[in-house]
Nanobody
């Protein structure tokens, strides 16, 4: 398995932007799909975006489509999530993992969007 360390979260006003980063403990080149997930208080964890190994295929949850962009740099073992036009409903802890996900999760990074 691979360990992930997420960073870049914070407190932002509605309409603002954040860029999340996920650094992996080893090469992610062999992981066909990487993804970002989030878990809001009292809700189940959900996948918000995924990206294929070469970056040519991406998929987004309807709730973030057009606002979030996922990317990956296999040479740096890093996955990114650019989040624009943030809304309070985006408030959650964000995690990255493979898709389908491994059993082990990182600590996540908290994103809080104020209205």
């Amino acid at each position: 398995q691979v360990q992930m360390v997420e960073s870049g979260g914070g407190l932002v006003q509605a309409g603002g932007s954040l860029r999340l980063s996920c650094s992996a403990s080893r090469s992610i080149f062999s992981i066909i799909y990487m993804a970002w997930y989030r878990q809001a208080p009292g809700k189940q964890r959900e996948m918000v975006a995924s990206i294929s190994r070469g970056g040519g295929l991406t998929n987004y949850a309807d709730s973030v489509k057009g606002r979030f962009t996922i990317s990956r740099d296999n040479a740096k073992n890093t996955v990114y999530l650019q989040m624009n036009s943030l809304i309070p409903e985006d408030t959650a802890v964000y995690y990255c993992n493979a898709w389908p996900h491994y059993d082990s999760w990182g600590q996540g990074t908290q994103v809080t969007v104020s209205s």
